[in-house]
């Protein structure tokens, strides 16, 4: 339809065309080949541009020997960057964020650790090492580090599935450490080999659906301790969890129930405050805390009364126990290890890559983001972003190692998966923190309760954990992005919806895999079918432009110009061709209809084909053989450096001829329609 | 150090610019956004570009209801179309090429018979009904239908790797029966589904490997034959094969290897003439089945004597039995059935997709091409191919429709997997067939043969068809088109080796999945890592170029001018942001060390970002606003349409501002550098 209103509208204005060609100093320039380089020379620049995209040692560039030694020891311990200018001023603000920390470290420790299904002590085992190891080797100076809400729902649901840890404790722990430790390998051996940007696979719109269902998986979980329902499913899908919660009808408990739901009245709404009034993150901050201290003391005096409230009961006192020998090198379970220690690995590394690019972007600052508004992300993208705010650059894959290397620490020292906590590092930020001290502090904070508060916490009520995972996780349940992606991009969103309904229907790491297969089949689905443009002159200049978009654009009699919107490769060499070619056939139908000068010439605008591969070179050729049967003459206007450098290594280019390739669509016009003039 | 050298010559032709900005009539256009669509119309267009990109249905429009009913059956079955006008020059025509098929045709269907491990006789059952139903469903007039020898061999060492024939003959067949019906019905439901496409995945270079890799394997297999080994191992890779054929050393025979060899020398003599002379093409059509005649009368004289020459034997009399009750389709092989089916299917319809294109091309015409030279081929692309050269349009999704019906009648009269072979196709070509009623033809020389010939086959060696195979397959190793690969694209050449030595050394369908995922790999690495280049003034003009590629393009003092060349996706994003923050970064270094003009402003040429997301989205708009941070200001130039679309929904274009976002670079530059002169 488009095109017949544009043929009519270019019957009129026939001269404009002549305008154009009438047009002086219309000098022709020749198409260049990009300057001749080695294939050592090429390859070199590609690896570089895979591997070293970020130019990561840029600094080391003409340096002394001294000075590089230096620098790769504060490249490798960033710690001798800042510490050597530390003083009692940056210390004062580290001791403060240090404590705010802890303050929720400590509750969500213990919660976190019951999400993997293993004893809440670990948790705690988590936040004390891990941060110490960071605050050697990681480069952000606001990152909070610690178990995170995803990672462990991962790592308790893949393990879950195939031993209980009622059943075989021990088997259970040795286990999370061993894919701890594979968790902490694949990390390290992902920033080694800088292998960084794999992450970039799992789009955000997936991760929205992945998170959104994850959530909800965790929130159905939570109602076995809300309720205070004693057997439970140890399926992970929404409808079994359904159903185990209403057959149990039985086993609630009132007084859990009471209480359950109170406190999380109590800790929505100080996220509530906390959401509208970003200086009050505080309020949320110690919330957890509170809400931990005032339900012990309240168990603790009713404990004659309420025999029906679970609490965690005895933990045992002291720092970490090494773990290295509990780790599993051999037998059948090893296999099993590995598979959830690379997608946690993976996973801790990646979903709040993408959370919070997004959140930065849609939320304007971090500073408005509250505390446990996001609670399950990742130390580079945290880190990364932390950083942008305050212009220091991190290196995505040094920051890989970094944390990879703590999870293999861990791993020997009874912890499990940890990573950047976004809502940490959010309140880290928030409340001050200057260099990664506040890791340190909040770490010794962490071993004071280790040491000496452990019996404080037998009264704890299990159902207020419950409550603090719940209100951890809600903010993860992102509609508004949801809604956004399907204004913008409706592929996109159906993205976000297969990989929710996966989580929520199939299984967590199944979820995953469906949300890593769309990602990569939307890219190969746009890399398939690239668009084809129809361009069209707008008058007075030598712009030509898609018609669709520019009205004023307008056809030129006895050409079409078609701009293809994509590198030539083997997945979409055959389409082009029955696309151009079907283009061509329109074209004549309609200048048929309409009594239109014939068409004599067809331009393929190149800009946009930013490669070309050996499939795409035999389609130009063979396109060009099967036009010139037609009598028609194809002309490639504008084809970029290696396209050129290829055209003319397969002779290609040869064949074109000199009056076959142009700078410019419209040197190309202006030339050919000036040579059909001199001959009619 | 194309950034230093460009730099320096920009220092001295400052007049260029303030020429260029002086420049008259200078006329700033608008970027307009497309016209408003509504969600099912972009759906709708969407969805028809992938499944429909050819039109298909383009003869329907403005039809009438009889004349409509008249089109579909014709499409559905092109026998309609071209029967009426059928006369008796064309039957002439088909005889003659018919018979000639036929020749070449017999010998082959009972060596590759024996390729895929099973009775010869399927190789002419295979050679009867298949080309029988294709004749009326097919619309390529050229076909030449019967079975290939890389489908066999991949059906053959799937099966044999789990049960094997000579053990269990009933469950062999039957299987190979299923496997033949699945590849039918996934043929169909691709064709039916319109996702013929999918063949395109398999890209021209990793095929060139995977062929290359599965001919060594055939030949080496058929070392069994030629030297009469009677013990030969069943695994496929090369390693134990060569341990197979040196160990046995006992069980060579002088006899069948001077038989064996000398028809191999004959048989490639009369390729290599037909290579020379493509109008001698008769004389290696005839070689095979001369040579099956020959050595036929030779053992049958000399009887008594050699009776280390194994021989054919009894083959049973008769047409094909019927097979459906055959076909399994429960218990422990069904998986192993549907998987090789699958494979089988793929394979035969994309080997030769991209074998012919690429033959096509390289080789300029068909006539070029002797039969045996490509043996293993398929449907759709020979079709299309031929289709191509006649000027007559064949439906690849039609095509695939067909084959797939003729694979599912095939498995159920006793047929293995069959599809168009690029061998009998170019001998059809060459004898001047005209429509489909040369495959009739062929058919029933084979129904004569099956009939009342059977007999004469008893003394026919083993050794001659082992030789007719290796003639046939050794045109797939093609080193020249390696070769080529290694000059063009060096990526495309390391893809090719890898999937050469995955079937080579470790196996066939392994070898295939390697291909494949190298294939996807490629895409998604370029999709990842996409080139940004500095654009520089070409004098005198309002074109901008790489500054790389054209020497005389010049650097606008000020502006830093980078051209993406890629859509912007969420595998991309972080990428991109980071390298056009490098790119800033090196420009201010050399700004710095040059004492240039401080830089102002960047100019993001988006002529070749032809989609983006919001991943994509995002990146802009927090690329913007770091760069306003350091006081530099971030323009886009040519959007284009869908691009513009979501920048207007995401509110980004407002950021931008009526500034910041121009119709080309030029217009970009001019304006702003216009706009500092009047407030400087």
Known sequence: ??????RVEHMDNHETIINFQVMPALQIHAVQLPPQQTTLHKFRHRVSEIFFPDDPLFRFKNQTCFKKFLLALQYLFPIFQWAPQYNLTLLRSDLISGLTIASLAIPQGISYAKLANLPP???????????????LLG?????????????????????????????????????????????????????ILRLGFVIDFLSKATLVGFTGGAAIIVSLQQLKGLLGIVHFTSKMQIIPVLISVFKQRNEWSWQTILLGFGFLAFLLTTRHISLRKPKLFWVSAAAPLTSVILSTILVFLLRNKTHQISVIGHLPKGVN???????????????????????????????SCLLVTYIISFRLTITLIPPNFLVCQEGIAVGRTFASLQNYQVDGNKEM??????????????????????????????????????????AAAVLVTL???????????????????ITAVIGLIDYQSAYKLWKVDKLDFVACLCSFFGVLFISVPLGLGIAIAIS???????????????????????IFHNINQYKEAL????????????????????????????????EEENIKANNGAPLKCIVLDMTAVTAIDTSGLDTLCELRKMLEKRMLQLVLANPVGNVVEKLHKTKILDSFGLKGVYLTVGEAVADISSSWKAQP
């Open 1 to 6: 339809m488009g095109v017949n209103s544009n």
């Open 121 to 135: 002590i670990l948790g705690l085992y988590s936040s004390f090492v891990p941060p110490l190891i960071y605050s």
């Open 139 to 191: 480069s952000s100076r606001h990152l909070g580090v610690g178990p995170v809400s995803i990672a462990s729902l991962v790592m308790g649901s893949m393990l879950s599935e195939t031993i209980s840890y009622t059943r075989d404790p021990i088997l259970y722990l040795g286990l999370a450490f061993t894919a701890t430790f594979f968790a902490g390998v694949f990390q390290t051996s992902l920033g």
């Open 321 to 351: 126990p090494p773990s290295s020998n509990m780790l599993y090198f051999s037998g059948p379970y090893l296999a099993l290890a590995i598979k959830t220690g690379i997608i946690t690995g993976i996973l801790s590394l990646t979903v």
């Open 401 to 442: 190692m970094a944390i990879g290397l703590m999870n293999i620490v861990g791993s020997c020292s009874s912890c499990y998966v940890t990573t950047g906590s976004f809502s940490r590092s959010a309140v880290n930020y928030n409340a001050g923190a200057q260099t990664t001290v506040s890791n340190i502090i909040m």
């Open 451 to 469: 040491l000496f508060l452990m019996p404080l916490f037998y009264y704890t009520p299990n159902v207020v954990l419950a409550a603090i995972i």
């Open 520 to 542: 990569v089949l939307k890219i190969l689905l746009h890399v398939t079918r690239p668009n084809t443009l129809v361009l069209g002159n707008i008058p007075g200049t030598q």
């Open 555 to 586: 056809r030129v009699p006895s050409f079409l110009i078609l701009a293809v919107e994509s590198p030539i490769y083997f997945a979409n060499s055959t389409y082009l061709q029955e696309r151009i070619l079907r283009w061509v056939r329109e």
